[in-house]
């Protein structure tokens, strides 16, 4: 069955070095008699892609090679007998990744240097992808979801419970020294004696933020996309003292309240769901915003190679792109001139689709959006870091 693509995946097809890179685009049909075109579909993609590595020079080996894992699909039921809209299939010398899509993409067969994303940017947008950190004292759960779905992660190092973290608690006294596990400490903190000054309710508030730095230690490392927003679901009081063990700059300001030891995944995802979808629209307009009031100056550009000349050196801080448009060319580095065809030529590369990938591998956010909702009437605009 077809992956499902979340923005690690992302990162996967866009640190790929090797070349040709064949993607593939297609809508589904699921059931009735349009069920049969899906074949027809993915063999007319094969041909155009074949097509177009033999005009690159690709030795008829090599494209055998790479369409070989494609061509095992046409005809495999499997291919659309997934709850998506969608798939997508990305291949490359020795490289081959297959997804289902949760909205129809647009049909699209594309060979060039790199793999075709821009694509996958509305519908990943539109799926409002988030983390869900569910937390305890004895339960610790990492959640991935977005507005259809939710499903449970794994990070490296991400401890389980407080006792996972800290291990065997040692609890200080002039009268006397206890070494006690956590199970027993829990609900029982009253008969433990402290020296002068020195209450229970301090040294347990003082080994909740430890446990909760661990925590936002491995989450600094464990999730992958940097723009998805974290939602904390805990009891109300470990909210302030999350936020103060963890400089994230992803967990929201709100969170799920109560304990979520009980709760399952999808109810978690209902809750958090409400929080998120307002930051996600009002992070997209502030985006805009932002251009509309530094427009006129340095920081704000709507010329295709001075904005492909700035996301190759890292100065994109924010990339608007029509979804819906492609400008096929060249871009000479030495002169910062982008040559742009009326129509695709053999040995072009979509000059849209280099921007994007190179605002995404260098920490710039990128918003594909339609026409009318562009900051200006040009199929690219950006915001520049400096």
Sequence with gaps: MPDILGRDDLAELMALEVEPCVSLFFPVHR??????QNSVVLKHLLRSAEVQLAERGTAPDQVAAILAPIETWVGNPDLWLHPGQGVALFAAPLFFRIFQLEEPPK????VASRFAIRPLLP??????RFYILALSIRHVRLLEADRRGVRALSPPDLPTSMEDALGKMEFYSELQVHSVSLSAAVGRRKGIVHGHGDSDEEHFKRDLLNYFRKIAEALRHGLTDREAPLVLAAVEEYLPLYQAASDDPRLLATAVHGSPDFTSGEELRQRAWRLVEPKLREE?????????NLRGGTRTSTDLAEIIFAAREGRVETLFVDAQAERWG????ERREARVHAERAAGDEELLEGATADTLTRGGAVHAILPNAMPAPTPIAATFRF
């Design 107 to 110: 049909e699209a067969a594309v």
């Design 123 to 128: 519908l990943l947008e539109a799926s409002g």
């Design 31 to 36: 059931s009735g008699a349009e069920v049969r």
């Design 284 to 292: 997209r307009e502030r985006a805009l915003e932002r251009f509309v």
């Design 330 to 333: 060249s871009f000479d580095p």
